[in-house]
């Protein structure tokens, strides 16, 4: 009788045990169930802004600036917040060469931490783009982020100017500007975060979240009230004609050419990026002025 002979897997067979942030989102979480949710617009998005938008000034030309080589920059918690550090960190990896690049995260989210862990891990000698400041406190299992009271206070307390700020939120109110929150307990947290100080502040909505459900957190206005850009992404959808004329009539109702009617002495920027998909080309609509007292 033959003896069997079980051969030993070669290592690119073995089964690669999960990451860190694959190991968060395997559990029954409130994240969990949303990361998978239209996660080929979230790519989408977050490619884009880290080909277009991450470190450059504002108005810069991607084919011909140079990259800032140092930010800070805020993340609030959400899956596609996270795509998009990914996705930016992926960028840093393909233009080492023009770096160093020297990036401290913030994060009230338990994901963003996993993410720079595993690409540091991934990636050594990049570690200076992924220095990570902690918020204090208890992580919600089912956030996935410090959202209580430890965390507000610490967050109010901080005076920094932020370089960037990415944002996202369960729905986007296309008649008020709002951003909503599917869960009450974390709006404190979201709105301590979005309403920080920044040079730019980018919101990311996937083409299905212009529901205007939940519980609203802060508003366009507020965004523009503290930062010199907002710019709001999205995927190209059979919405588009909507989502830009309801976008045209918020930065009317928002901006003036008038320096006179300022709210502040500086002109603000609003600006609206519609990725292109399936052949579609991407388009971006731009609203300057004084925001209105």
């Given at each position: 009788m033959d003896a069997t002979v079980i051969d030993r897997p070669h290592a690119e067979e073995r089964t690669a045990p999960p990451k860190v942030s694959d190991r968060w989102l395997h559990q029954e979480t409130w994240a969990a169930s949303r990361a998978h949710v239209q996660r080929d617009e979230k790519l989408l998005m977050a490619t884009h802004f880290a080909e277009h938008d991450f470190l450059l000034q504002y108005a810069a030309n991607p084919a011909t600036s140079d990259r800032e080589n140092t930010a800070s920059i805020l993340v609030n918690q959400g899956t596609c917040p996270n795509t998009v550090v990914g996705a930016s960190l992926q960028w840093i990896k393909v233009n080492a060469g023009q770096g160093p690049f020297h990036i401290t995260w913030y994060s009230p989210g338990a994901l963003v931490p996993a993410t720079l862990f595993e690409f540091r891990q991934e990636n050594p000698d990049l570690s200076v783009s992924t220095h990570i400041h902690l918020l204090p406190g208890t992580v919600d299992l089912q956030l996935q982020a410090q959202i209580g009271i430890e965390a507000q206070e610490y967050v109010r307390k901080l005076t920094r100017q932020f370089s960037y700020m990415l944002l996202s939120g369960h729905s986007f109110d296309l008649d008020t500007g709002d951003v909503k929150f599917h869960f009450d307990r974390e709006v404190p947290i979201q709105?301590?975060?979005?309403?920080?100080?920044?040079?730019?502040?980018?919101?990311?909505?996937?083409?299905?979240?212009?529901?205007?459900?939940?519980?609203?957190?802060?508003?366009?206005?507020?965004?523009?009230?503290?930062?010199?850009?907002?710019?709001?992404?999205?995927?190209?959808?059979?919405?588009?004609?909507?989502?830009?004329?309801?976008?045209?009539?918020?930065?009317?109702?928002?901006?003036?050419?008038?320096?006179?009617?300022a709210g502040s002495g500086r002109a603000k920027s609003l600006r609206l990026t519609i990725v292109g998909r399936e052949g579609s080309s991407s388009r971006t609509f731009v609203y300057e002025g004084f925001l209105k007292a």
């Open positions: 709105r301590t975060c979005a309403l920080l100080k920044a040079t730019e502040k980018y919101l990311f909505f996937d083409s299905k979240k212009f529901t205007g459900e939940g519980e609203v957190g802060y508003s366009l206005g507020d965004l523009l009230g503290t930062s010199h850009s907002v710019v709001v992404y999205t995927v190209a959808s059979d919405r588009n004609d909507e989502i830009c004329a309801a976008f045209a009539a918020r930065a009317e109702a928002l901006l003036s050419k008038e320096p006179s009617q």
